[in-house]
């Protein structure tokens, strides 16, 4: 039972009266402006704090935040996990209960925080990005090449870091592959990208057919693809192909958004403002991120203009550093949006983009609110976040209570025992 809470429901700018809060069996029971009956409760006195949704990241990728690229491809596999596991753990810390995670062998963390082996966030995961020879996920190096169709997997994809397929028939496969394993949404590399050092921002990849093939697996698991496009043309090609979400589209023109806005198009996009963390890539790498950090605000103002479907994420790639900021680069929202809008979507619209897996959700029932019936997710904010959103940025003053379906991993105040 919270106590005496004012609540931010995750849809409204505004905070409701005092109001209590009973949790029942991982769900969000009963909310009230009066007394609840439930003499069996651990009480949690708010004392008039903010109780919030717990925050949502729409691009995440659990296994890639600590490990370099290449310690990524060298390490031992179970290493690697157990590095995957903290950082998870620390995810949840920041108050983040949910993540998207947009590529990367993330099965097994998942099935162990599901398990409760681990302590971490809920994970929609994408499995292996699907690429193309030279593209953004390829991180072979020349001597690898060239590759023999049919011969044995490379490094990353023994991996399940990212796949390789070059004709609609091996990205059905490959598409097919990740959904056999548990995917709730299937993610292909449609242009270049930063990280990858064979892969210029300006190239275009997958050819629209084979586009179309991941769409037709994804459809057919009644599911949805995402790419990773910046350009106009990565972007225009693959919504003609029926993809529904684009990840970043730092790059992209004002007809590109016109057209997203009138197709519904989600755009899952990040607010990239600096080079932090880009001293682990080299120098091509960098002068790639600073072109893609050029363009956050033509693709914020387009999407304002054109009131694209938006969702938050960070995108956080080879720095623990950087994953603390994670709440900060929330808050950074506020460069375009008020701190409502921000919060919002973080939130409910986070959640409304998680939906589109359909019957692919692992977690049935409603996230990024605080609504009767609503999974308990859930964050004890000291302070008003709508006032001042900088209080996510420091989730260990300020995030009192984390819960996460229904259980408190987090309490820092005290509270009455059960009677």
Known sequence: MFRDVRIFDGKSATLSRSSNVLVR??????????????DDAQRINGDGRVLMPGLIDAHWHAMLVRPTPMAALANDVGYTNLLAAAEATDTLMRGFTTVRDMGGPAFALKRAIDENLVTGPRIYPSGAMITITGGHGDFRQLHELPRVIGGPPSRMEQIGGSMVADSPDEVRVRAREQLMQGATQVKLTAGGGVASPFSPLDVSTFTEPELRAAVEAAENWGTYVAVHAYTPTAIQRSIAAGVKCIEHGHLMDEATARLMAEKGIWLSTQPFSDLTGASALGPAEQAKKQEVVAGTDRVYALARQYKIKTAFGTDVLFSQELAKQQGALLASLTRWYTPAEALIMATSTNAELLGLSGPRNPYPGRLGVVEEGALADLLLVD?????????????????????????????????????
Do not use: C, Q, W
């Open 25 to 38: 069996a991982g769900k969000i029971d009963k909310i009230s402006t009066s007394e609840i009956a439930a």
């Open 383 to 419: 302070g008003n976040p709508l006032e001042n959103i900088n209080l996510v940025a420091d989730p260990t003053r300020n995030f009192v209570v984390i819960m996460k379906d229904g259980k408190i991993y987090k309490n820092h105040l005290s509270g009455e025992a059960p009677r």
